[in-house]
């Protein structure tokens, strides 16, 4: 018995108040069989229960592209032009402290 009969990748963008969710589901040949995309906004629904993709068109076409630029960037990212790594402020610390991080 196979639990998962498919393969899927996700991914997402996200700014303060509204989560584009981008799902690829694979057939058994390697091809895109469906390709999803699910808009919540999250400040009236942190549950995300509500998907508002076909009401919220011109956004959706507009996280979608930020979502295409940032697949694009990472795919082409090699890492060889990483500076090395900076010590933190404190200000950045105590921020990071405040929101919960250390």
């Known amino acids: 018995m196979q639990l998962f009969p498919f393969k899927s990748t996700n991914d997402y963008v996200r700014t303060k108040n509204w989560k584009l969710i981008h799902e690829t589901i694979w057939n058994e040949a390697g091809r895109i069989g469906e390709d999803t995309y ?48 900076k010590t933190l402020s404190p200000e950045i610390i105590e921020q990071a402290k405040e929101h919960g991080y250390w």
Do not use: C, I, R
């Open 38 to 85: 699910e808009l919540y906004n999250l400040k009236d629904d942190p549950d995300e229960l509500h998907n508002l993709v076909s009401e919220q068109s011109a956004l959706t076409k507009e996280l979608k592209e930020v979502l295409k630029n940032w697949k694009e960037a990472a795919a082409s990212f090699t890492g060889e032009n990483l500076s090395s790594p």
